[in-house]
């Protein structure tokens, strides 16, 4: 019972830090594209990655049970990886989305965002936890 409790505690923490991160990206992607006028792959880039050091100082220090045995520097690095990864699938989500399919690319980042949520959960949990 106790791990469920504590998994449950974890998504709803994962869940908090998520949405926080979602909104700083959602809103740096907008002002980006919208005001300054970036390519909305380029403010996608840029949004993504303020919002992964923002999520990567929550995670470790609120959501999961890091694993002390590795060096800082060696989870770091597992964080980063595995952010470009969930980059990489994020920006070809929305390049699909908006080119393919004509889809706003702020609609394009909600469904890429769901996507990448999960992979992060996941990757997260069996790469950097105990």
Known sequence: MENKKTLFTQIMRFAVVGGSAFLIDFGVLWF???IVGMHYL???CISFT???VFNYILSVCWVF??????KRTTELIVFIVLSVIGLGINQLINWLCVEWAS???LVSKIGATAVVMVYNFITRKLFLEK
Do not use: A, F, P, R
């Open 32 to 34: 980006l594209t919208d």
């Open 42 to 44: 380029i403010s996608n």
């Open 50 to 52: 303020v919002s992964v």
């Open 65 to 70: 049970d890091v694993n002390t045995k590795h």
């Open 103 to 105: 889809i706003h690319y």
